[in-house]
């Protein structure tokens, strides 16, 4: 990933890989919104109105998949996405070190490169971390595991931030602004799954249906639908009449 352009193709690469996830008018919005962005993209753009402009493309393009009234499902789904920008974001992001460079010029150009896709990866987890305090969990590991993601990315950064070698670091007011984030956004999800189900294990002597498995664990509850639903998405099972005679369920 390389500057500016490179953030507008990550964002176009993960809602390729969601295109059967979310409505067709949602995925459009989210593209018109990378679009926009690569046109306003010029040399003489003020760097403030730049800052503003990526901040916003995050905030914006999030939004757009979520949709206009968005659930607990439609965020969990641009929360991934998200994720997959983040990710390609660290696996390919700027090389921001100084020593990568050797005239003045080049190690301004890498120390510029190097903070644009640090300021980049920040707002990307500060609008996960937004978009996560609207989620419900289906399980109080759900919620951990979610937590735990948040947590490990929030302290790579501020480490970063942190850091007068890296590319966007020795910058303080950065590192408190993403302590108070990554509070703010735990919270939040450590209450949202606090009082769920846990997984525990299950095994039954051969594959079932979903919803056999359904009415067996979880007896006479309303929902066995909805349950054996859920049963069958956890499982990644290929049909919901062949569920694994081994995997996870909820503990009630």
């Known amino acids: 990933m390389d500057g500016a352009g490179g953030l507008a193709d990550a964002f176009d690469i993960a809602a390729s890989l969601v295109a059967g996830e979310f409505p067709s008018t949602a995925l459009s919005a989210a ?12 040399p003489s753009l003020d760097l403030a109105v730049f800052a503003v402009s990526t901040v916003g493309l995050v905030s914006s393009w999030a939004s757009a998949l979520a949709g206009a009234s968005p659930d607990s499902a439609s965020r969990g ?7 997959n920008v983040y990710d390609r974001a660290v696996d390919e992001g700027i090389a921001g070190q100084a020593d990568a460079a050797e005239t003045p010029l080049e190690i301004a150009v890498v120390r510029n490169r190097g903070a644009f896709g640090a300021g980049a990866r920040r707002a990307i987890l500060s609008e996960i971390g937004a978009q996560s305090t609207g989620l419900s969990f289906a399980s109080y590991d759900d919620a951990a595991a979610l937590r735990e993601r ?31 984030l990554r509070a703010a956004a735990l919270q939040s999800i450590s209450a949202a799954g606090a009082n769920k189900a846990r997984l525990v294990p299950y095994a039954v002597p051969a594959p ?18 909805a349950r054996a639903g859920e049963l069958a998405a956890r499982t990644g099972a290929v049909h919901p009449a062949f569920l694994p005679a081994a995997g996870e369920r909820l503990s009630g």
């Open 150 to 180: 948040l947590a490990d990315a929030f302290d790579e950064e501020i480490d970063i931030a942190g850091d007068p070698s890296a590319a966007g670091g020795r910058d303080d007011g950065a590192r408190v602004a993403l302590q108070d």
């Open 31 to 42: 593209l018109s919104l990378t679009g926009d962005y690569r046109a306003s993209l010029l």
């Open 208 to 225: 079932r249906p979903s919803r056999v498995l359904a009415q067996l664990f979880y007896g006479g509850a309303a929902d066995i639908e």
């Open 77 to 83: 789904r641009a929360v991934e996405a998200l994720w």
